[in-house]
């Protein structure tokens, strides 16, 4: 497998035949080409990381009134070792009307915490009513979940809201059936961890696995959804050959260029670490439906540049890790004839920002369902803050996400990570949901207005904290560059339809900011009064980079 990736033209060969759909002008190497081992395999049973999942128990009276007697809970007990907490119940539809509190302990410690909320209106951050995921039987109602660190012992309480005291009727605030307190431990982190760290600002990247050809190569098994409806290998690679099968000679004489100018050390790691070269093909229109020719991070080639990227610094072998920043001439160069804009007129599109993949955050392919999901195009984007809390650092931010990537999959019941994209509080960014950075990857972020849309999550509670001004200006620089491959304005308005929510009815035709807050869509805190209002700024800062 590797002395056939280190050929320019089986590398361009295999581009052609990874790629489930066209991206847009301009984009990025795709890193969705990792399938998910099928459910049930040898494989699958062996994953980093573990989920404890302890059902809940009734507590005792405080006061020895019984309306006090209905909340739930665990008592302080050892277990095993964990990092991030949540707790879930059987029906999605139901709601949790009532306070859901934890402490935990230090590992090898005896400090408790104090005790901690979790965020029980979470059922907003989903997928849209009426949708293969939601409609899966799989889904579970859910808190979000809460970052605690390093932790061997815990006690939860749950307790129902009181009744109104204006309701005559008597009627008992009930928990929903089904509550189990959720305990996930991350798993190892890759070593070292792709992450600027956020006292001294570096990235420190570490060296790309050189078997990763061999395990991200082969798609065939793979599937791909778009609007809701499966796609076979075998149409796939119909669809990829109809539209790419006239660029393959071009996208050759790229690889070919590409790695002539490749440092002599870092030639032969490339090649093993699965490079490859992506030569755009088509138009990129708002729906983007362009055509195109990508694969795995490796060197990229617009189309008729000939020019390798990771000109930042980083070399092409560590791109599986992280795709690295382009300038914005990079960028527009990548663009070049492909762009449908007028002549001699510049592309609203803002430099790619540095991208930390899924490898790079340590996701483990085996947990997500098989196929990939995507929607028509990206209109809008929607901002959220997590809700897990502040209290990690950036080097723990690969742990909280595939803290928060275990507990949407496992504990939740979602088909991935919710979000398309991550930051956090020091401005790195993160590849969320798989299905490649460039495409129109259907999320479970903004209920009643996944489609069209793309979902950024800060990682963090911004209720009453201020975002650090290095995550906005991350936000400013993801949406610059992902909305204007779609040829989005983030200045500007669009209109959406609303999938149905609790602010907005199914089938409502609803106008918004082309970049929005959670709560523009559905009546919720997210993505919390702080960060909220620096989405102005953001919108400025983007359609800047833009050129607009």
Known sequence: MRAFLASSIGVTCAAVLALPSAAPAGAAPDTRTVPAAPAGSAASTDLPGSTQSLPMRPLPAVSGRAAESSGQGLTEREVRPFSLVGVVWDDVDTELHGTVQVRTRAAGTDRWSDWQDLETHNAEHAADPGSAERDSGAVRGATAPLWVGDSDGVAVRVVPDSPDPQDRTGHVVSLPGGLRLELVDPGEDPRPLPVRDEETGAGDVGEADAGEAEGTGDVAGAQAVTDGQAMTGAQLLAD???????????????????TATLPATETGAATEAGAATEAGAGAGTEAGAGAGTEAGAGAETGAGTGTAAGTDGRTTALEPNVLPALSRAETEAQVGTESKTAAGARPYIGPRPRIITRKGWGADEKLRERAFAYTKTVKAAFVHHSATGNNYTC????????????????????????????????GNIYEGRAGGVTKPVLGAHTLGFNSNS?????????????PPAAAVTAVSKLTAWKLGLFGANPKGKVTLVSGGGNKYKKGKKVRLNVISGHRDGFATECPGARLYKKLGSARTSSARLQGR
């Open 240 to 258: 990829i050959r109809a539209e790419a099968g006239a660029q393959v000679l071009a996208g050759m004489q790229a690889a070919t260029a590409a």
């Open 395 to 426: 080097s723990q931010a690969p742990s909280v996400l595939r803290g928060i990537y275990r507990y949407h999959v496992k504990s939740s019941g979602w088909r991935d990570f919710g979000y398309n994209f991550a930051v956090d509080k020091c």
């Open 454 to 466: 793309m979902g950024i999550a800060v990682l963090g509670t911004f209720t009453k904290s201020n």
